[in-house]
């Protein structure tokens, strides 16, 4: 407990800063930087309240990264702190995003741009389509789970059935198999 006291809103800005702008996937990504940087390297807070702060940011509406940041910079140094981590997580992703805007602007008519911009695309397709690839083969293991997968993926793609409504009907699913489980048992 003494060594949040200790932390300063400087600190607390630089070291939010730093994590924001190295690291790269999202937020999940920082979320194991953060608990890597303000657990083991920095001590500033403990591992039950970063497990704590990650639950709580993955379950808040929002980006994961800039909640976590919030969490952490109000467990640390209260409002103000949640200000500076917050300024912290959001500016080099802010910058970068303006810079490219400004860039691409001034490029967007190069023919260089146009020929290149197709394969730039199917490079972030193949790239998300291994991610989405990975998560799959590890979290789909049972027929069952591997069924609503399928149903699910063919009803939006072919059947152009929106999301949320897969979303409710899997929480009903989830909620049935839950309670024939617990009676059944």
Known sequence: MGMKKCVTLWQLFCRSFLLSGTTIGGGFVILSAMDRMYVRKLGWLREEEMLDIVSLAQSAPGAVAVNASLLVGTKLRGTFGAAAAL????????????VLGSLYSIVSDSTAVSVLLP????GIGLFLARIAFSLC???LITWYEKAVFAVSLTAILCCRIRSIWLLLASAVLAAVRYYRRKHHV
């Not at 300024?87 to 303006?98: A, E, K, R, S």
């Not at 394969?119 to 199917?122: D, L, Q, R, V």
């Open 87 to 98: 300024l912290g997580c959001i500016l080099p992703p802010f910058t970068i995003m303006c």
């Open 119 to 122: 394969f730039i695309k199917i």
């Open 137 to 139: 083969r590890k979290h």
